[in-house]
């Protein structure tokens, strides 16, 4: 007779040490290297370049201990934003962690709106953003290099 024993228990969860930084013209190596693995049509070093070489850009990274797994790229003016570009590297995904940068950026900020074009074929970069509270306002039709459309989705800080 063969018995079978199933056990339920709880799933581990691995507590790692994050913390956040400026995205530095050094750091572009680091992080193309990310956007190669996470993107079918990456930035280029020299659009990087470009916008970390703004003076309205807030660019931040976060790491696990000193490694740069992810970061964000954020056009300011005034009180609003176009977020240009978020990522996590592949093995951080689904951990929370875009999230984590998406509220310090933020932290540190004076942001009250913030806009961001999305490929319609993303759905899981679409998903991520209507979790943090993003709204779709509007589609820009042949938007990206490929033809592919955008839609543009907002983003509103609510006075508390």
């Not at 070489?53 to 970061?71: E, F, S």
């Not at 913030?114 to 993303?122: D, G």
Request: net charge positive; hydrophobic share 40%; with cysteine.
């Amino acid at each position: 007779m063969n018995w079978v024993i199933s056990i339920k228990t709880k799933p581990t969860i691995k507590l790692i040490n994050i913390s956040f930084r400026a995205f530095l013209a050094q750091d572009i190596e680091t992080v193309l290297a990310i956007e190669n693995l996470v993107y079918k049509t990456p930035w280029s070093k020299a659009k990087f370049t470009h916008s970390l070489n703004n003076p309205n850009t807030l660019a931040l990274l976060i790491l696990k201990d000193t490694q740069v797994i992810g970061y964000s790229i954020a056009l300011c003016a005034a009180d609003s934003a176009d977020l240009l570009n978020i990522c996590i590297h592949p093995d951080y995904q689904h951990q929370g962690l875009g999230n984590k940068l998406f509220a310090h950026q933020l932290q540190v900020s004076n942001i009250k709106e913030i806009f961001i074009e999305v490929r319609t074929s993303n759905s899981s970069a679409f998903s991520f953003y209507e979790k943090l509270g993003f709204k779709p306002v509007d589609k820009r039709k042949k938007y990206y290099s490929d033809g592919e459309d955008a839609i543009i989705l907002h983003f509103a800080i609510e006075n508390s």
